[in-house]
């Protein structure tokens, strides 16, 4: 208990988000290569394949329920499970190292869910500790999905500088080289939006082209890692919306959410669809068509019933706020609208 208060009281720090050196990296796969543990539990195979269908659920529940659903149980199976077994005896050094990636990917889970709902010292302290677990592992691609994710907080907080520092460095040598192409295309998406963010217009197209390149050579069935299945043709088109969005190109924002919201599978990625139509919604606002975007909001709280997420909540906020100026117009969608969003609100208060 002691130990939650401690994380749900601790700022977000941006000190914290300064790289370690490459003699770390080094240092840590060395650390993880000489591990043992005499007397400890024996850690097969078996055990390895249980934790790995555990994270797929809990992946799953958050795609579609949002980060506020499941993060306790995530954390809890984490904290004893798992570290359990990462202090157990290995038959040999494929299931150590498995063990340890597939570690980190529960802890960036439990910091990707903390940062979908809110908890931003919560998120990166477990960001930073699956960024350990993959540097033990010599993972480098977990490092790099990581890394990606941080630079994705850092963002949506308005740290932009930090934000690139963390996104050029997971596109960085191995962790960019040894990732399929579906990952290389997470990874340098969002590293565009950090070149946007920056103001580095041309830079960022130029990632969001290499990106597209790298989605369109995975194919169905390939060996990509699990931990990318939601990342597709709906994701890419989200990501590039907001990267055009940052760079001032409106219009064409507006046709790659509205790409993103006509290809993305809703039942099973809701939280993110309903972000992207507040996020379309958003841009529509803002080029002057109010009523096309109410009528998008609309789609969103439709979207949003059972989803515990603050950055679905977020948008709903951003649309109370753009919709303000209109309020006094007579306009019986802005009304109508308005008066919804006041009372989704005040359900999540």
Known sequence: MDRRHALATTAYSVAALALPGMRWWTRMAEQGA?????????????????????????????????????RTAVV????????GYLRGSFPDDRVRREMFSTASELSYLAGWMAFDNGEHSVAQHYFTAAVKLAAEADDPPMA????????????????????????????EGRRYTLAGPRERALLGVVHARALAATGQKHAAGAALLR???DLSAAEPGSDEPPRVFFFGEASLAHETACTLRDTG??????????????????????????VTLGYLGNVQARQGNVEEACATWSRALDMMDGIHSDRTRQTV??????????????????AELD???ASFLAGRA
């Open 211 to 213: 990106a597209e390149k």
């Open 76 to 83: 809890q199976y984490l904290t004893s499970d798992v570290a």
């Open 339 to 341: 008066t919804r969003a």
């Open 144 to 171: 790099g999905h990581v890394l990606r994710a941080m630079s994705h907080q850092a963002l949506d907080l308005g740290h932009p500088r930090q934000a690139l520092d963390l996104a050029a460095a997971s596109v």
């Open 249 to 274: 190109d409106l219009s064409a924002a507006a046709r790659e959410f509205r790409r993103s919201v006509r290809t993305r599978k809703a039942a099973a990625f809701t939280r993110t669809h309903a």
């Open 317 to 334: 906020v951003d649309m109370r706020s753009v919709l303000s100026p209109f309020r006094q117009r007579g306009m019986r969608a802005v």
């Open 34 to 70: 000489d591990r043992t543990s005499p007397g400890a539990r024996n850690v097969g195979p078996g055990d390895l394949e249980a934790v790995r269908d555990m994270v797929s659920v809990f992946s799953r529940v958050d795609q579609r329920r949002g980060g506020g659903h499941v």
